[in-house]
């Protein structure tokens, strides 16, 4: 690789940054960004499930835990098993967790500041022992809800919760 090939890398990228910055570009949890007001202030209310527990769990990971919290954070959750896989002789061999998640976003005084539905699946295989099979569906259901959580913030970090 040439010296010159990484300078011109260099050059195209300290353009695209030169661009990012002019056009007002800041980070979401930067400070004074109006989506760090969610930082450590957002309880969460999820299904009595385990996957309820699962998605509630990773939400308060990545938003902090509040106390007290100034909005709430409500989540539905919908799931379903779909075979993705059969054998020749029509033994299932994978399956699809197909899930979605519809969340509300209030603040304190129960105004709704924004809501939605987010949804994604994993898989997972079926193997020949069913206690490995049924750890494989149960690791799914948990990988499913992180899909479902980090949209559900990312979908929050386009909020505009300006007063």
């Known amino acids: 690789m040439s010296s010159r090939g ?19 570009f800041t980070p979401a949890f930067a400070p004074g960004a109006p989506t760090l007001a969610l930082r450590n202030d957002v309880a969460v209310v999820a ?18 835990r509040a106390d007290p ?18 054998s020749r002789e029509g033994d299932e061999l994978r399956y699809n967790v197909v899930g979605a998640a519809g969340w509300t976003l209030t603040d304190a005084a129960g105004t709704i500041l924004g809501n939605g ?27 499913l809800m992180v899909v479902l959580g980090d949209s559900i913030v990312a979908d929050l970090l386009l909020l505009d919760l300006t007063p």
Do not use: E, K, N, W
């Open 69 to 86: 919290a100034a909005y709430t954070l409500t989540v539905a959750l919908d799931q379903a098993l779909d075979v993705a896989a059969l």
């Open 117 to 143: 539905q987010v949804d994604g699946f994993t898989s997972y295989s079926a193997t020949g022992s069913t206690v490995a099979t049924q750890a494989a569906a149960t690791d799914a259901v948990g990988r």
């Open 6 to 24: 990484i300078t011109t890398r260099r050059a195209v990228l300290a353009l695209m940054l030169t661009g990012v910055a002019a056009c007002g």
């Open 47 to 64: 299904p009595q499930t385990i996957p309820g527990f699962a998605i509630r769990s990773h939400l308060i990971d990545r938003l902090g």
